[in-house]
């Protein structure tokens, strides 16, 4: 999937600022209308550190975007409370990111709840929980090839509850006001080593991807469970792509050969396909456009002469 996402970021419509070369080094552009949280009513905060990355760690748990500090009244205490906890944990969070010396200390500060930058996130969270319902981001590998979600809560073992209604699942704790990242899980379960069905899922997933009727939360979805870029912006660009009449060619080539690969896998393993649990049409119709892409490049390939 790295192919996508190269050619997202290629496509990408390039803000303003970026073509200024010197915009890393100038102050943060306000944060876009588009990524602040429009959602009705209240839903629950999380405070979570965007590694510096960001001014306000105050997000919406449902649709993940910004919510505006004023839209709370916090107190003048507050702001520089959140702002102490923001810089301080920031800076370690940075540390972590940079994957640099610095990387294994400041992974076990983050993960230990009891660390200073921990105890802080706890305190400045429930400042927030009296205005409204917040819980804190509690940091987790997950950019980790092997990680897999915790089931129980890290500080006393509960078991975490899924919170559903959010852009991607996360699981929550309520007694500590904690929330984690859901839905990582290793595919060692059941069917350990199972490229059919595995194919298969890959190829619903990318349909829903490439389907402009879909919704944008299934697209999103979609894209995470293939594993796309979490930014924003690069589902934008995606989006954009997938609606852009010039660039439809390029998409097409690009499905097809992907699909190719799921067909030459799927014919390669020698049995016939399983089709998705409730008989899924999208999925079917792909598998037809697979095999019709695999017989268009199998005879393109023989007619350069490259397969015996
Ligand atoms: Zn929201
Ligand atoms: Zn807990």
């Not at 919406?60 to 505006?68: A, G, M, T, Y």
């Not at 990242?181 to 059941?190: I, K, L, T, V």
């Not at 595995?198 to 990318?206: G, H, I, K, T, Y």
Request: overall charge negative; hydrophobic content about 35%.
């Amino acid at each position: 999937m790295r192919i996508w996402c190269k050619r997202i970021t290629e496509q990408a419509t390039r803000p303003t600022w970026l073509s200024d070369p010197y915009f890393k080094l100038k102050p943060l552009p306000p944060t876009p209308d588009d990524e602040i949280c429009s959602c009705p009513g209240n839903p629950p905060l999380k405070l979570m550190s965007t590694a510096l990355l960001g001014e306000n760690p105050i997000h919406c748990l449902r649709c993940n975007l910004e919510v505006p500090p004023e839209r709370l009244r916090l107190s003048a205490s507050d702001v520089d409370a959140i702002a102490h906890w923001r810089t301080v944990y920031g800076a370690i969070d940075s540390l972590e990111l940079d994957s640099g010396p610095y990387e294994g200390w400041a992974r076990s500060q983050l993960l230990d709840p009891t660390s200073p930058p921990n105890l802080e996130g706890f305190e400045v969270s429930r400042r927030l929980n009296a205005i409204r319902r917040c819980y804190f981001w509690f940091f987790q590998p997950e950019a980790d090839d092997d990680y897999e979600s915790l089931s129980v809560c890290p500080i006393y073992k509960e078991p975490l509850v899924a919170y559903d209604d959010g852009i991607f699942p996360q699981l929550l704790c309520e007694r500590d006001s904690l929330v984690i990242a859901g839905g990582y899980r290793r595919d060692d379960d059941e069917e350990p080593d199972d490229p059919t069905e595995r194919m298969n899922e890959f190829a619903v997933n990318l349909a829903v991807v490439a389907d402009s009727q879909a919704s944008r939360d299934a697209r999103v979805e979609a894209a995470r469970s293939l594993g796309m870029s979490n930014d924003t912006r690069a589902w934008d660009a995606l989006f954009a792509l997938a609606t852009d009449q010039s660039a439809a060619e390029v998409l097409a080539r690009e499905v097809g050969q992907a699909l190719a690969e799921i067909a030459y896998r799927i014919r390669d393993r020698g049995k016939p396909v399983v089709r998705g649990q409730d008989e899924n049409f999208l999925l079917r119709d792909f598998t037809e456009a697979a095999f019709a892409a695999y017989d268009l490049r199998t005879a393109e390939l023989k007619r350069h002469g490259q397969t015996e």
